[in-house]
């Protein structure tokens, strides 16, 4: 079974929007990470349990905490990450979600034990809460190839790990070589996919990311976040401070996101699944 996620501020910025597009489009899940353009790690107690309730009260669960946590300079202050930490991984018990999307720090290839360090310790503190820690592959972050993700592996007790394809070909990795050494090692996948001659976005399968192979690789119950990032969104500037190149124009946020849905759903059905519940099977 494969279910369907999605980042739904790349859809709308307000709640409202972000539920529409989730239900229009016949996806149960968020990995919430804005609302009104303000990052979820932002949010007070009372505004996460306003949310989580309208959520609930629309049938839309949380399946991820989309945070920014590790997305920081490896100097930072570490004494106050492990403060956000703690304050994100409240908020995620009050989503109901046990999951929490994280980075592993820009400018530090050349301080991988401290890597280690932080993010081991952000893992167990995390812990504390009944959450886990899901590392995501990006642009200049430690773990942005498939080397230094096996390291962390190796080397980081309790961090799970987040599949992102496009991330990969954006480094300069390759899909066919990610997609056989990670992709049994991953715990869910984001799909966004980019064509690696141009770095132009695309909706799932018409880049260089492999997506279909991705789909027919599964084995099992898995979950399938949609991150496209086919349009600018409401705060796409504080969580990426590089432009994005797109090969096709939408005419609003909303329908960018319709489009990437469709792609991914039409992956899942030449893969054999039907659409059941909300759910893929086969």
């Keep these: ?13 307000d709640l409202s929007g972000q539920i529409s597009a989730l239900k229009r489009n016949g996806i149960g899940y968020t990995e919430l990470r804005s609302i009104d353009g303000k990052n ?19 049938g839309v669960a949380v399946w991820a905490i989309g945070s920014p946590l590790g997305k920081a300079d490896i100097d930072t202050d570490f004494s106050a990450c492990l403060d956000e930490v703690k304050h994100v991984c409240a908020l995620a018990n009050i989503f109901g979600t046990d999951k929490i999307r994280v ?17 081991s310790e952000m893992a ?42 496009a991330n990969y070909i954006q480094v300069g ?22 064509v690696k001659e141009t770095g132009e976005l695309v909706p ?34 504080d969580i990426d401070h590089t432009e994005m190149k797109h090969r096709f124009a939408f005419s609003s ?11 991914l759903k039409d992956l899942l059905f030449a893969a054999g699944y039907r659409e059941e519940k909300g759910c893929f099977v086969r």
């Design 1 to 13: 079974m494969i279910r369907l996620s999605a980042f739904s501020d790349e859809a709308a910025s």
């Design 40 to 58: 979820v790690a932002k949010f007070t107690e009372a505004e996460a349990k306003e949310y989580a309730k309208r959520l609930a009260g629309e």
């Design 103 to 119: 980075f592993s720090f820009f400018n530090a290839y050349e301080k991988r034990g401290q890597v280690f360090d932080y993010l």
């Design 124 to 165: 167990e503190t995390a812990a504390e809460y009944g959450a886990g820690l899901y590392h995501e592959n990006e642009k200049e972050v430690y773990g942005d190839t498939a080397a230094r993700v096996l390291e962390l592996m190796a080397n980081v007790r309790g961090l799970k790990f987040v599949y992102d394809p």
């Design 173 to 194: 990795e390759d899909a066919e070589t990610t997609l056989s050494l990670l992709h049994a090692r991953s715990d869910y996948f984001h799909i966004k996919d980019v």
């Design 204 to 237: 799932a399968g018409q880049g260089s990311g492999e997506i279909a192979k991705l789909i027919g690789m599964i084995d099992g119950d898995k979950t399938l976040t949609l991150e496209p990032h086919l349009a600018v969104f409401s705060g796409y500037a």
């Design 253 to 263: 946020n909303a329908e960018a996101f319709d489009a990437a849905a469709r792609a």
